[in-house]
């Protein structure tokens, strides 16, 4: 899903939103270190499996271990964020966000003394939040909500949706440097706090705005 908003680029005061560089792989894996200098992409690259029965992730440091890796996939460069992502949950109009934990950033030295694939499990599951964590507040601090809301305008603009959810992580170093590493239709929303409450608003929404609609085009024919 993250390919049909790959060129999102969004900028106003609050921040920047972007998608790291990726690129789609479907081909013999000795030719991936090729296609992703061809693509310009820069390692460590995490390796996203397209096959839905896989939920692991991996991370490959070197261009040999991209020979490792098993298409189809998307190879998405890593930005380094502190070790925490941002969960965004986007119900019709309602946005909630929940902090989790994610991989450590990854500096020059773990790319001199590290090579090949290390896999991990996708990382932004309920067992990972860090909401109660004693966390750097440069680190821990949300997304600014106007942001969020026109982020949430566009996506739903681009995609036609209005249940899903995204990963968003901020650049480490930077405040207001955000991107998008991951987004899927209708996630699970038991993760998400007070979604009864949520979900039964958004419902009863749609229902009042099926009754305007009814009445508007009664009213229509009345006339």
């Known amino acids: 899903m993250l390919?049909?908003?790959?060129?999102?680029?969004?900028?106003?005061c609050h921040g920047k939103v972007g998608v790291p560089k990726q690129l789609f792989v479907n081909t013999d894996?000795?030719?991936?270190?090729?296609a992703v200098m061809r693509a310009g992409l820069s390692l460590p690259l995490v390796a996203k499996p397209l096959v839905a029965k896989s939920h692991e992730l991996s991370l490959a440091y070197d261009s040999a271990?991209?020979?490792k890796l098993e298409p189809p996939l998307v190879l998405q460069?890593?930005?380094?964020?502190g070790g925490v992502l941002?969960?965004?949950?986007?119900?019709?109009?309602?946005?909630r966000v929940v902090r989790r934990?994610?991989?450590?950033?990854v500096d020059e030295g773990d790319l001199?003394?590290?090579?090949?694939?290390?896999?991990?499990?996708?990382?932004?599951?309920a067992a990972a939040t860090a909401e109660d964590a004693d966390l750097d507040p440069h680190v821990a601090e949300l997304p600014p909500r106007p942001l969020l809301e026109i982020l949430a305008r566009e996506l739903r603009r681009r995609l036609g949706l209005r249940l899903f959810n995204i990963d968003m992580i901020r650049e480490h170093g930077t405040r207001d440097r955000f991107y998008v590493i991951d987004m899927n239709y209708f996630p699970g929303y038991g993760k998400m706090p007070g979604y009864?409450?949520?979900?039964?608003?958004f419902l009863l929404s749609l229902d009042q705005q099926k009754e305007y609609k009814r009445r508007l085009g009664y009213t229509s024919g009345e006339g």
Do not use: M, W
């Open 65 to 67: 271990s991209l020979t």
């Open 112 to 125: 001199s003394n590290n090579a090949g694939v290390f896999r991990f499990p996708r990382v932004s599951c």
């Open 196 to 201: 009864e409450h949520v979900f039964t608003d």
């Open 29 to 34: 894996p000795l030719s991936i270190p090729a």
């Open 3 to 12: 390919q049909e908003v790959s060129k999102l680029d969004l900028a106003d």
């Open 86 to 95: 941002f969960k965004v949950y986007i119900v019709g109009d309602a946005i």
């Open 101 to 105: 934990f994610s991989l450590p950033n």
């Open 77 to 81: 460069e890593f930005v380094n964020h």
